[in-house]
């Protein structure tokens, strides 16, 4: 069955960086995108960007550029996210997904709290 | 860019029918899907291309798109129901476009 795995929670303080996973399995890893998402306390899911898993090649959303790094280790069907400089409003949790339209199947997210 | 609106809350009678809406422009013109996240789990996907139930969702969930709104339709309500539902679509600008999501209370 199609599994997204992710990484445990973080805490953080400011201006440090955290490298998220998102482990993949059951099905082809490089036939679907990865979705990032975020949830903050007391937001909606916000769309961060995605992965390309064929090519490496990432998109981000408007409010995601700079900070965020998506990247991939297709030898172990694992994507990958990076925040550096983080900040307190980086404080959320952190869902991959798999598939853009639509995402069919997410990992469990990933609780970031960023804290002095 | 595009935008989705969605109310900030619904609430539902146990064993009656929520509706459920998403508006965007000429929004009839694009798949929706939706997305269901219950308290302190992850988002599930619960329709897809405006009227498709992905395995293991209830046939109590349904929906429609015309116009310039699209609906989630839950029927027979179940405490079990209660969560935020979210609407998205793609967009060619925007990529994924989610609505702002709607709390559900049964």
């Known amino acids: 069955q199609v599994q997204l795995v992710q990484s445990g929670s973080e805490l953080k303080k400011p201006g440090a960086s955290v490298t998220l996973s998102c482990k993949a399995s059951?099905?082809?890893?490089?036939?679907?995108?990865i979705n990032w998402m975020r949830r903050a306390p007391g937001q909606g899911l916000e769309w961060m960007g995605w992965?390309?898993?064929?090519?490496?090649?990432?998109t981000y959303a408007q409010d995601f550029t700079g900070r965020f790094v998506f990247s991939l280790d297709t030898s172990v069907n694992t994507a990958y996210l990076e925040i550096s400089s983080l900040k307190m409003e980086d404080t959320g949790i952190y869902y991959c997904?798999?598939?853009?339209?639509?995402?069919?199947?997410w990992g469990q997210g990933t609780l970031v709290t960023v804290s002095p | 860019s595009y935008d989705l609106t969605q109310p900030l809350s619904v609430s539902v009678a146990l064993g009656q029918t929520a509706t459920i809406s998403c508006g965007g422009k000429n929004i009839e013109k694009r798949n929706v899907h939706w997305i269901q996240q219950k308290s302190g789990q992850a988002p599930v996907l619960v329709l897809y291309k405006d009227v498709n139930r992905p395995s293991g969702i209830p046939e109590r969930f349904s929906g429609s798109n015309s116009g310039n709104t699209a609906l989630l339709t839950i029927s027979r309500a179940e405490a079990g129901d209660e969560a935020d539902y979210y609407c998205q679509v793609w967009d060619s600008s925007s990529y994924v476009v989610l609505g702002g999501g709607t709390k559900l209370t049964v």
């Open positions: 997904a798999r598939g853009l339209n639509p995402a069919d199947y």
């Open positions: 059951g099905y082809s890893f490089i036939s679907y995108t």
């Open positions: 992965i390309n898993t064929n090519d490496g090649k990432a």
